[in-house]
Structure formats: structure tokens, C-alpha cells
């Protein structure tokens, strides 16, 4: 689980009842239903006008579990680690020998990419086959990514729906000066509801999803360059010095023969 994610929600949480209540107001006072029910339905409404409903339902259910989880294989060090392996083994044993290796691997991309190098597919097919993988991997992201990004955009906007509506009702009725301070908090509560829920949850996610997806497409990029190097038969040296461009300067020291020398 990504601590981060799940502390930046709960923290922000925290701090948005620590400004009521240190103003002397009472929690109540923000709960409001059908400000709610504007907010929250309408920008739903608008997110079911503009996508189709599984697309929907898969990002209500995944979105917050994809940001606050950390993605497999997340790691690109212990990924050269296993692929610098697999080179080792190639090299003493032949491709042929990856195949027991394959079956010890838990990632389906990797698999799949170790079985197609095996059975003797071109580079260029086993790259193709490989990309389009990735290709279809960042199209579901981007679908949840994009409900988040427009649901960002609509509760805010609902919520100035339903500030409206209250101005509207309460202009309709000014002879009771004195209700006019509640009225205008009444009316007030949708945009609040809208700005929490867009600045809190949606924006936060969304931003987390791009950064989570882009370090998958980056650790798959790396395994499928790793796969089409041991294929090509590079030494296992080439291929590491390769798979460390992918890592920080900082980082690449604490990977490959250089960190196994140390250790011994």
C-alpha cells in the first residue's frame, strides 16, 4: 500500500474539520442533503452523460484501490536484477533454458515476453506483440484517469449549480432579513461540497494514477528491452550498463555486478 496516498487523504480530512471546528462552528452546520445530492448526483449525472457505464462503475471501483495500492513490479532495480538473471542463464544454457525460468515469474508481461523469446519469435513481432500490451495497459488507465479529471471539473461546477438554486430560492423571499445570513450559508455549502471533493479525492487521485502509470510503462518499457537484448544474445555486461539508463544516476550504482562485488 502506498502510505502516501492513503495519509495525503486522511490528512486532508483531518485538516478540513480542524478549520470548522476551530472557528467555533459545529460539523452540523456543513452537513446539508440536498446540497449533497445536487453536488454528488449532479456531477455523477454528467459523468454517466459522458462515459459509458461499465467504463463508470470500473473507475468508482478501482480508482481510489489503483492510487492508494502500489503497482506490481514497481520497482525497476529488482526488475534489471531478474532480467540480468535471465541474461546469465541465457548465455551458459540457451534460450531454450528460460523456459523453467519463465514459470517462476509472477508478472504476466514479463512471462509472456520470456515465452515469446523462447519459442523463437523476430524481435520485431515480440516487440510489436509487447508494445500493443502496453499500449492497451495505458488506454484502461487513461479511461479512469479520465473520469477523475472530469469529475474534477463537474463537482465544482455543481457546485455552483446548487449555489444558485439557494441564491434563487432565497431572493425569492427577502422580507425576513434575518434569514438571509443562514440562506446565503445554505446556498454557500454546494460549492464548498464540490471544491473538497474535487481538490481532496479527485485531483489528488488522478494525479497519483499518471505518476503510478507512467512508472508501469516505464518498467515495461525496460523489460521489453531487456527481453529483446538477451534474444539479440548481448552480453550480459552491455545489457546491464543498457537497463541502468533507466535509473537515476544515483540509483545505479546499487544494482548489477558492481553491487554484487561489494557485497562479496
Known amino acids: 500500500m502506498d502510505i502516501a496516498s492513503l495519509l495525503g487523504l486522511v490528512l486532508g480530512l483531518v485538516m478540513t474539520i480542524y478549520g470548522i471546528v476551530s472557528t ?79 514459470n517462476g515469474i509472477d508478472d504476466e508481461f514479463l512471462k509472456k515476453g520470456v515465452m515469446l523469446v523462447v519459442d523463437g519469435t523476430e524481435a520485431d513481432l515480440v516487440r510489436a506483440i509487447l508494445e500493443n500490451d502496453m499500449g492497451s495497459m495505458v488506454a484502461r488507465h487513461q479511461t479512469i484517469i479520465g473520469f477523475f479529471d472530469f469529475w474534477a471539473a463537474q463537482c465544482p461546477a455543481w457546485g455552483m449549480i446548487g449555489t444558485l438554486i439557494g441564491l434563487i430560492n432565497m431572493l425569492k423571499d427577502l422580507q425576513d432579513a434575518s434569514s438571509i445570513g443562514p440562506n446565503m450559508a445554505t446556498a454557500l455549502i454546494t460549492t464548498f461540497y464540490g471544491s473538497l471533493i474535487a481538490n481532496w479525492i479527485c485531483q489528488p487521485i488522478e494525479q497519483k494514477l499518471k505518476v503510478n502509470s507512467d512508472a508501469e510503462v516505464q518498467t515495461k518499457t525496460l523489460m521489453v528491452e531487456g527481453l529483446l537484448s538477451i534474444q539479440a544474445g548481448e552480453n550480459p555486461r552491455v545489457i546491464e550498463e543498457k537497463l541502468k539508463t533507466f535509473l537515476a544516476p544515483s540509483e545505479r550504482n546499487s544494482v548489477g555486478t558492481e553491487q554484487e562485488g561489494g557485497e562479496a
Open 24 to 102: 467555533g462552528a459545529s460539523i452540523q452546520s456543513y452537513i446539508d442533503p440536498p446540497s449533497i445530492i445536487i453536488t454528488i448526483g449532479g456531477s455523477l449525472s454528467a459523468l454517466l452523460t459522458s462515459m459509458k457505464l461499465p467504463d463508470v462503475i470500473n473507475a468508482l471501483k478501482n480508482g481510489i484501490k489503483l492510487a492508494v495500492n502500489e503497482p506490481k513490479n514497481s520497482d525497476p532495480k529488482e526488475v534489471i536484477t531478474q532480467i540480468l538473471d535471465m541474461a546469465n542463464v541465457a548465455r551458459k544454457e540457451g534460450l531454450l533454458a528460460l523456459e523453467e525460468t519463465a
